[in-house]
Nanobody, 118 residues
Framework: QVQLVESGGGLVQPGGSLRLSCAAS????????MGWYRQAPGKQRELVAT???????NYADPVKGRFTISRENAKNTVYLQMNSLKPEDTAVYYCNADYVNDRYYHIWGQGTQVTVSS
């Protein structure tokens, strides 16, 4: 069974940085797109950034210039480097992946809390 496991969340002061990691485990033929989403209290889950297996990236406007998504295909791992963090970045961050085995699948990680506060 394929699973996504996130790590790297925590408490950070405004202006600080955090790096999130998400590793896929299990038998996978190919992961196409990996991405990060976030959900703040009382709000809907929203896109943060995505990256294809070729390295093409897409960012939500609120994080452009501050966050960087990257991946290591050999390790089935995606990262999110978050700089210049703001209180409004506080949310549970979820990793997701579109992958192929016998058919196409779409899975989510369990989420990791990021809190930006002084």
């Amino acid at each position: 069974q394929v699973q996504l496991v996130e790590s790297g969340g925590g408490l950070v002061q405004p202006g600080g940085s955090l790096r999130l990691s998400c590793a896929a485990s299990g038998t996978i033929f190919r992961i196409n797109v990996m991405g990060w989403y976030r959900q703040a209290p009382g709000k809907q889950r929203e896109l943060v950034a995505t990256i294809t297996n070729g390295g093409s990236t897409n960012y939500a406007d609120p994080v452009k210039g501050r966050f960087t998504i990257s991946r290591e295909n050999a390790k089935n791992t995606v990262y999110l480097q978050m700089n210049s963090l703001k209180p409004e970045d506080t949310a549970v961050y979820y990793c997701n992946a579109d992958y192929v085995n016998d058919r196409y699948y779409h899975i989510w990680g369990q989420g990791t809390q990021v809190t930006v506060s002084s």
